[in-house]
């Protein structure tokens, strides 16, 4: 198994709303990110996880909070968010941190609405 | 600073032609890695290539050649007779020894190629 799966493709919530992106690999990665890409612009990075532990948090607001339960999966839970977070999450994974190339996944489009 | 420059915003080529998208990078550090992914309609950005400072060896993978000169900072990739499933955007990005290897993306260019 060569991917990673985010789910849902799409999400459409409102601003009081709570939900949470899913990301997984079963590669045996030990590295996985999270970014943001807005529309025609490149990802900006959000947050790392190396071994399971955070390891970068790109000072993102806190109605984004990360967790990662082991080592295949990675979730993004949304709470508050305002319409400007309106963007593609998409989760990558890399074998560790550094100079390794990722694989990403197919990215949530999210509208906050 | 570290900081790639995709000079190109977009790009748009009939099929069959060739197309160089070109990348321009800055870092003080000796050690850094430079990589290539391609970003459909889809979504998911896909690897392309990894090149380190210290192998200025040119690459070529089927219709993709990559073009790595330390002198001039640049690491430009050249798709020959250029297909419609090569449609997408493309990224050049930087990532370095010093802080925590983060990538540096370029702002992308976008290929499109007519039938």
């Known amino acids: 198994d060569t991917e990673v799966t985010q789910t849902p493709k799409h999400l459409v919530m409102g601003m009081t709303n709570k939900k949470s992106l899913k990301c997984e690999q079963h590669?045996?990665?030990?590295?996985m990110y999270w970014y943001k890409q807005k529309a025609k612009k490149p990802p900006e990075l959000m947050f790392v996880?190396?071994?399971?532990?955070?390891?970068i948090n790109e000072s993102v607001p806190s109605r984004f909070s990360p967790e990662c339960p082991n080592s295949s999966l990675l979730n993004l839970h949304l709470h508050a968010l305002q319409p400007e977070d309106s963007a593609l999450y998409l989760c990558?994974?890399?074998?560790?941190?550094?100079?390794?190339?990722?694989?990403f996944g197919s990215g949530t489009r999210l509208t906050v609405v | 600073a570290q900081k790639v420059t995709q000079a190109q915003t977009e790009i748009s080529v009939v099929e069959k032609e060739d197309v160089t998208l070109d990348c321009v990078y800055e870092?003080?550090?000796?050690?850094?890695?430079l990589f290539w992914y391609k970003q459909p309609p889809s979504g998911e950005l896909v690897f392309l290539i990894r090149?380190?400072?210290?192998?200025?060896q040119n690459e070529i993978s089927g219709r993709y050649s990559w073009n790595f000169q330390k002198s001039t900072s640049s690491f430009n990739f050249t798709i020959t007779a250029s297909q419609v499933v090569d449609s997408a955007v493309y990224f050049c990005?930087?990532?370095?020894?010093?802080?925590?290897?983060?990538?540096?993306f370029g702002t992308g260019t976008r290929l499109k190629v007519l039938a």
């Open positions: 990558a994974s890399s074998q560790g941190e550094g100079w390794e190339s990722y694989t």
């Open positions: 590669m045996g990665h030990r590295a």
């Open positions: 996880y190396s071994y399971e532990k955070l390891s």
């Open positions: 870092t003080r550090d000796t050690t850094y890695y």
């Open positions: 090149r380190n400072s210290f192998d200025e």
């Open positions: 990005a930087l990532t370095t020894t010093s802080g925590t290897y983060k990538y540096i």
